[in-house]
């Protein structure tokens, strides 16, 4: 009898901490709105701060948790390794955002609007919006269009930037 009490008191506090794990943020370092994002893309640029700019996109653990299942790639019969997606999608941003900062950073701009210039595509679980550009205004007080990263990523209502290549 002590058993099945024990027994039936993990199981309960499994279902509970299960259901909890639901409710927490599934993607880190995420923003309420496209324009949250920007904005602090925008600073982090400002700052050069390169380690902000890599934390707001996506980890290797979250493109394979949350991103890869539900891409056309993953599906078997395309026979394409996780690890060579990953690697290839990494290997670009990182290039793209060295680029980037060398060409923006440091530059103070304030965010005015941001659109996609590319097509949205609807997932089962999220949404990429391809070719983000940032309208902002940059030292001068003139406006100016800036592609500073590529796609940007919504999921539960959380944004994040997929990657920070800008030729979609």
């Not at 653990?61 to 395309?78: Q, S």
């Not at 793209?96 to 965010?111: D, I």
């Amino acid at each position: 009898m002590k058993n099945r009490k024990l027994g039936g008191w993990a199981l309960g506090l499994g279902i509970l901490l299960s259901g909890c794990s639901q409710n927490a943020p599934l993607l880190s370092n995420t923003y309420p709105s496209a324009e949250a994002l920007a904005t602090a893309v925008l600073q982090s640029m400002q700052q050069r701060d390169v380690g902000s700019l890599r934390n707001m996109a996506l980890t290797e653990e979250e493109f394979r948790e949350h991103v890869w299942p539900e891409l056309p790639a993953a599906r078997p019969e395309r026979n394409l390794p996780f690890s060579y997606v990953w690697g290839d999608l990494h290997q670009k941003s990182e290039a793209f955002l060295a680029q980037t900062v060398q060409e923006h950073g440091g530059r103070r701009y304030t965010l005015v609007s941001v659109r996609f210039a590319g097509e949205t595509t609807r997932y089962p679980s999220y949404v990429v919006h391809r070719e983000t550009l940032l309208r902002a205004r940059d030292e001068a007080g003139r406006d100016v269009d800036l592609q500073l990263f590529g796609s940007s990523l919504v999921k539960d209502g959380n944004w994040k930037v997929f990657s920070y290549v800008t030729d979609d």
